[in-house]
């Protein structure tokens, strides 16, 4: 409780605040997590003698104190070379034999941002209609043809583990020649089109592993040093 509250302070004296609808999005998250409706999380925090509201304020927190390593850190957190070699060394020799690259592009269905939900619902259905229909990238021009606005870009070669997160376990269930599900963005709906698959002999994908995990620890021991420097600074007066 004490470090919440001198996180909460470090973050309103850098002038950075939580919204209340944040902290109940961060709320009904966790509840859909366990499965639960947030009454029913409610409930069941009672039940185990916490109240929603503890758990309520230590996500405001949280959500303060990610923002304030944030603006601190942000594109300053480094990892040594030497250190990213020796974890290589440490690794298993056959995690690290081939990599999965894929050639990809997106395909765009526009839908202007004044277009009226009939017009989007409209959209959607093409977008799907050209999803059943797609049947590779050299061929694209026949299907894509056949609708209005419809843009393909180049995303370009790109390593499993470059993917994000959210679309990554589907493009590798695809094979090549497929488009992924439609997803509404600001543009329109967007689908990412499998041109290429291959595996090369290389160690980039683990390498980037480790170096990601090696990121994460080295920002958490910089969220602990800076902490620990915040609480020296503050006055703390427990009653």
Not at 127 to 147: E, H, K, T
Not at 152 to 181: C, F, H, S, Y
Request: net charge positive.
């Amino acid at each position: 409780m004490v470090d919440d509250h001198v996180k909460l302070a470090e973050a309103e004296r850098v002038g950075i605040s939580v919204g209340q609808s944040e902290i109940d999005n961060a709320f009904n998250n966790i509840a859909r997590n366990v499965k639960m409706s947030p009454s029913q999380l409610s409930s069941a925090l009672r039940q185990g003698g916490v109240q929603p509201e503890t758990l309520k304020a230590r996500l405001k927190a949280q959500l303060a104190w990610n923002r304030v390593l944030s603006s601190r850190f942000s594109g300053k957190i480094e990892v040594d070379e030497s250190d990213i070699i020796a974890a290589l060394k440490k690794s298993d020799q056959e995690e690290r034999q081939t990599s999965v690259e894929y050639d990809l592009k997106r395909v765009i269905v526009v839908v202007p941002k004044s277009s009226s939900g009939g017009f989007k619902s409209k959209r959607q259905k093409e977008s799907n209609q050209i999803r059943a229909a797609f049947n590779g990238c050299d061929n694209a021009g026949s299907v894509l043809g056949q609708y209005s606005e419809v843009v393909m870009q180049p995303i370009g070669r790109r390593l499993e583990t470059e993917l994000p997160e959210d679309v990554r376990e589907e493009i590798k269930a695809l094979e090549p020649g497929n488009l992924t599900k439609p997803s509404a963005t600001p543009v329109g709906y967007e689908m990412i089109a499998v041109c290429g698959k291959r595996e090369i002999e290389s160690d980039i994908a683990l390498r980037t592993e480790l170096e990601n995990e090696l990121r994460a620890k080295e920002g958490q021991s910089q969220s602990r040093r800076y902490l620990m420097e915040v609480r020296r600074r503050s006055s703390i007066i427990y009653r």
